[in-house]
């Protein structure tokens, strides 16, 4: 999803990519589940993405993610469930009922991301509405709580010609027509700078998807890395400043956005990200200080193992013990 994503303030080369039009890679569906998943959607949400390889179990004891109460899945791409996605489809449909019984116990919700760094779905000519009812096709048939939606087809979106926000909004609403709110959840990740006008992205990013769908989207685990700000509380929570200003979390309020939609995400460690890390401890000062102004979102961590139940612990602050 995030680790090593392009600054998109950067110029992206021009990359030689066939069309793909309507085609996605049929999803894993090998021992299907005939259960269908039913999910309200936490709040405050938090949030652990997992992608790297744990264990021939895909996903470690519940007992290991003790705090958060999400955990997605990384990741559904054009090209099939990959990673963790694809590992845990594989498992056989007993072993995929345990895992998820004993999350349901805890309290924690599994979910699959869709897309990630490697996806370009709009560049690439994928049709939204037949991506969209595969990869819902994908969550019902392993009876998955819902899905979150990893855009981030920079090309598209600094085009500024609104294909990206247009994609993106006709693949949300074909999403909730199979996942219906409050049965399923539905979150997306986008880049913080996209959530703040700037006339990089002339047609809106995703203000205009806001607009246009916010109210399906249940939450927003944004990315607050890898875009060289956000390394402090004041930069995170206040004032953004450098390429991308108007982009931290009560700017991206006063520009329209739910407060209490708006998940902050980090990365687990330096490893996870190309920059934007901050301690757990510190951020978990940061957290108290949203809190305190009116935030109770959540926070998001991208990755485990690197972000563990002691890591959200710290990062929750005093203000969700």
């Known amino acids: 999803m995030f680790s090593f994503t392009r600054m998109i303030s950067s110029v992206s080369a021009a990359l030689a990519l066939a069309s793909v039009s309507s085609v996605l890679a049929a ?10 998943s039913r999910a309200t959607a ?3 949400a938090f949030v652990i993405y997992t992608d790297k390889f744990v264990s021939a179990d895909v996903l470690p004891p519940a007992a290991q993610l003790a705090g958060y109460n999400v955990v997605a ?6 090209n099939g469930a990959l990673d963790q996605a694809g590992a845990f489809a594989a498992l056989p ?4 009922a345990a895992k998820k019984a004993e999350y349901a116990s ?19 000519g994928a049709d939204p509405v037949a991506t969209a009812n595969t990869m819902a096709q994908f969550v019902t048939a392993n009876a998955l709580d819902g899905i979150d939606v990893d855009y981030e087809d920079l090309d598209a979106m600094n085009k500024g010609d609104g294909a990206a926000e247009a994609w993106v909004t ?6 909730r027509q199979t996942l219906p709110q409050g049965q399923f959840i539905l979150t997306h990740a986008p880049l913080a700078p996209w959530l703040s006008p700037n006339q990089q992205f002339a047609a809106g990013a995703y203000l205009t998807v806001n607009k246009n769908v916010g109210q399906l989207i249940d939450w927003y685990n944004i990315q607050f890395y890898n875009q060289g700000l956000y390394t402090d509380c004041e930069g995170l929570l206040n004032t953004s400043g450098g390429a991308f200003p108007g982009s931290s979390v009560f700017e991206i309020a006063a520009n329209g956005v739910d407060l209490n939609k708006l998940v902050i995400g980090k990365p687990g460690t330096a490893a996870d990200a190309t920059n934007g890390f901050i301690d757990p401890a510190t951020l ?19 990755q485990f193992p690197d972000a ?14």
């Open 308 to 321: 563990d139940a002691a890591w959200v612990k710290a990062a929750k602050g005093t203000s969700f013990q």
């Open 27 to 36: 999803p894993v569906l090998n021992n299907v589940s005939p259960l269908v």
């Open 42 to 44: 936490p709040s405050p």
């Open 170 to 175: 006709t693949f949300t609403q074909t999403l």
């Open 93 to 96: 449909v007993d072993q995929r």
């Open 106 to 124: 805890a309290g924690i919700n599994i979910i699959v991301s869709a897309f990630g760094e490697t996806d370009k779905p709009t560049t690439q």
């Open 73 to 78: 899945l990384s990741f559904l791409t054009l």
């Open 284 to 302: 978990g000062t940061c957290v108290d200080q949203a809190k305190a102004k009116g935030w109770s979102a959540g926070v998001m961590a991208f």
